[in-house]
C-alpha cells in the first residue's frame, strides 16, 4: 500500500540552525502539506503546495519557513534559523482532491536547543 | 475563526462495548470530515472519512454525518483495548486547497 516517508525521524539541531525536512508523498497525489503538532497540542495546518507553487499558508508559516518540491517526488520544509518554539512534531501529508484521503507521514520530531 | 470542537475525555468503556465519539464544526462549508487515530509520539492514522449525510461503515468503525446539525461522529463496535488512542476529528474547509482543521482530539481507554 502507497504511503508517504518522511526523513529523519528525528532532528536535534541547534537555536539559529537551519534544518530541511524531507518527504515523499504518495506518487499520484497532487496536493501536498506541512503540519505540525507542539507537545501535547492539537495538529496544526503550516503550508500548502499544488501545481508546484504555495496554495496556502498559516500565520506560523513566516518568512522563516519555505517549501520546495525540487523533483518529482521530494517535497521539502526549511527554516532558515531555528527558535526554541520550533520545537515539534512535524508530518508531511498528502492527497488527491477534495473527496478523497489524506493520509499523513510518520513525522519527524524536531528539536531545538 | 474556523473551528472544530471535540471533548477531550478520556472517554472509558469496556472492552467489547461500542464508543461513541463526537465532533462540531463552525464552517458550513466544510466539505469532508475526516477521523484519525493517534497513539502517543506517532503521526495520525486514517480511520475513516465522509463527505455525504448520513451513515459510512467500515469494519468496527461507523462514520455518521449530519450537515445541518454540523456534527460528526464516530461509533467504533466492539471496542478493543488497542483501540485506546487519541482520536482526531479533522474538517476539510471549503478553500479549494484541502487544509485540514483538527480538534483537540479525544483520548479513548478502552479496559480489558
Known amino acids: 500500500e502507497p504511503e508517504v516517508t518522511q526523513t529523519p525521524s528525528h532532528q536535534v539541531t541547534q537555536m539559529g540552525q537551519e534544518v530541511i525536512l524531507r518527504c515523499v508523498p504518495i506518487?499520484?497525489?497532487?496536493?501536498f502539506y506541512w503540519y505540525r503538532q507542539i507537545l501535547g497540542q492539537k495538529v496544526e495546518f503550516l503550508v500548502s503546495f499544488y501545481n508546484n507553487e504555495i496554495s496556502e499558508k498559516s500565520e506560523i508559516f513566516d518568512d522563516q519557513f519555505s517549501v520546495e518540491r525540487p523533483d518529482g517526488s521530494n517535497f521539502t520544509l526549511k527554516i532558515r534559523s531555528t527558535k526554541l518554539e520550533d520545537s515539534a512534531m512535524y508530518f508531511c501529508?498528502?492527497?488527491?482532491?477534495?473527496?478523497?484521503?489524506?493520509?499523513f507521514g510518520p513525522g519527524t520530531r524536531l528539536t531545538v536547543t | 475563526q474556523k473551528e472544530v470542537e471535540q471533548n477531550s475525555g478520556p472517554l472509558s468503556v469496556p472492552e467489547g462495548a461500542i464508543a461513541s465519539l463526537n465532533c462540531t464544526y463552525s464552517?458550513?462549508?466544510?466539505?469532508?470530515f475526516f477521523w484519525y487515530r493517534q497513539y502517543s509520539g506517532k503521526s495520525p492514522e486514517l480511520i475513516m472519512f465522509?463527505?455525504?449525510?448520513g451513515d459510512k461503515e467500515d469494519g468496527r468503525f461507523t462514520a455518521q454525518l449530519n450537515k445541518a446539525s454540523q456534527y460528526v461522529s464516530l461509533l467504533i463496535r466492539d471496542s478493543q483495548p488497542s483501540d485506546s488512542a487519541t482520536y482526531l476529528c479533522?474538517?476539510?474547509?471549503?478553500?479549494?486547497?484541502?487544509?485540514?482543521?483538527f480538534g483537540t482530539g479525544t483520548r479513548l481507554l478502552v479496559s480489558p
Open positions: 479533522a474538517v476539510n474547509l471549503n478553500t479549494g486547497f484541502q487544509k485540514l482543521v
Open positions: 501529508a498528502s492527497t488527491q482532491g477534495t473527496f478523497y484521503e489524506q493520509y
Open positions: 465522509i463527505y455525504s449525510n
Open positions: 464552517d458550513r462549508g466544510s466539505q469532508s
Open positions: 506518487s499520484n497525489h497532487l496536493y
